[in-house]
C-alpha cells in the first residue's frame, strides 16, 4: 500500500516568514492533493497536482509536484497567522474519484 | 448548503450501543467518500459509493461498520456494539467525479462527527 510521509511534523515560524512542507511517497504518485485542517473542523482543499514537474499557486501558497511524481513541496510566502493549521498531502490511486491515502500530517502555528 | 454536511458534530455513547452517523453530500456529487481520524493521525479511508452502489468497502475495520446511500445522496454510517477503539472524528467527503470519469475533481469535505466511546 502507499504510503506517504510528510516533514517536519510539526513547524512554527514568526510572521513573515516563508516557509516549506515536503511530502514524499513510496510510490508514484496519481494525484497529489494538498488540504488544510483546522482543529475539530474537515479539511479544506487547497490544490491538486498531476503531472510531473507541475507548480500551481493560489495566492500566497504554492505547490509542486517532482518529475518523478514521487515527492510534493508546499511553499508559503509571508506567513500570516490565518495560515496556521494542519496541512495534509493525499495520494490518489488512480484516477481522481479513487480513495485518498493521507500522510500524517504537518502542524504549521504562525507567531506575531 | 453549499458545502458537505456531517451529523451530529459530536457524539458520546456507551460501550456495546450502536451509533448511525449522517452526511449529506453537495447535491449533483457523485462520489461519496466516509473517512476515519484517529488524534494526531491523518484520515484512514472507510468506503467509497459511486451513486447508491458501495464500490469499496475494503477499509471497514470490522463487519460491525456498515454504510449505506440508499438513494444516492444522503448516506449513513452505522456502527453496531460501539467499542472503545472506535472513538475518532469520522469524516464524509464528496466528488463530482466518478469512479470511471477521470474529471479531475478534488474531494470536498464536511467538519467531521468526533464520536467517543465511554
Known amino acids: 500500500s502507499q504510503e506517504l510521509e510528510q516533514s517536519p511534523q510539526s513547524l512554527i515560524v514568526q510572521e513573515g516568514k516563508n516557509l516549506t512542507i515536503n511530502c514524499t511517497s513510496s510510490?508514484?504518485?496519481?494525484?497529489l492533493y494538498w488540504y488544510k485542517q483546522k482543529y475539530g473542523e474537515g479539511l479544506i482543499f487547497l490544490m491538486m497536482l498531476q503531472k510531473g514537474g507541475e507548480e500551481k499557486s493560489h495566492e500566497k501558497i504554492t505547490a509542486k509536484l517532482d518529475e518523478k511524481k514521487q515527492q510534493s513541496s508546499l511553499h508559503i510566502t509571508a506567513s500570516q497567522p490565518s495560515h496556521a493549521g494542519i496541512y495534509l498531502c493525499g495520494a490518489g490511486d488512480t484516477g481522481t474519484a479513487s480513495k485518498l491515502t493521507f500522510g500524517t500530517g504537518t502542524r504549521l502555528q504562525v507567531t506575531l | 448548503g453549499a458545502g458537505v454536511s456531517q451529523s451530529p458534530r459530536y457524539k458520546v455513547a456507551k460501550r456495546g450501543q450502536d451509533v448511525a452517523l449522517r452526511c449529506d453530500p453537495i447535491?449533483?456529487?457523485?462520489?461519496l467518500f466516509w473517512y476515519q481520524q484517529a488524534l494526531g493521525q491523518g484520515p484512514e479511508f472507510l468506503t467509497y459509493f459511486q451513486n447508491e452502489a458501495q464500490l469499496d468497502k475494503s477499509g471497514l475495520p470490522s463487519d460491525r461498520f456498515f454504510a449505506e446511500r440508499p438513494e444516492g445522496s444522503v448516506s449513513t454510517l452505522k456502527i453496531q456494539r460501539t467499542q472503545q477503539e472506535d472513538s475518532a472524528v469520522y469524516l464524509c467527503?464528496?466528488?463530482?467525479?466518478?469512479?470511471?470519469?477521470?474529471?479531475?475533481?478534488?474531494?470536498?469535505f464536511g467538519d467531521g462527527t468526533r464520536l467517543s466511546i465511554l
Open positions: 510510490k508514484t504518485l496519481y494525484g
Open positions: 447535491s449533483g456529487h457523485v462520489s
Open positions: 467527503a464528496s466528488s463530482l467525479g466518478s469512479w470511471f470519469l477521470d474529471s479531475n475533481q478534488p474531494q470536498h
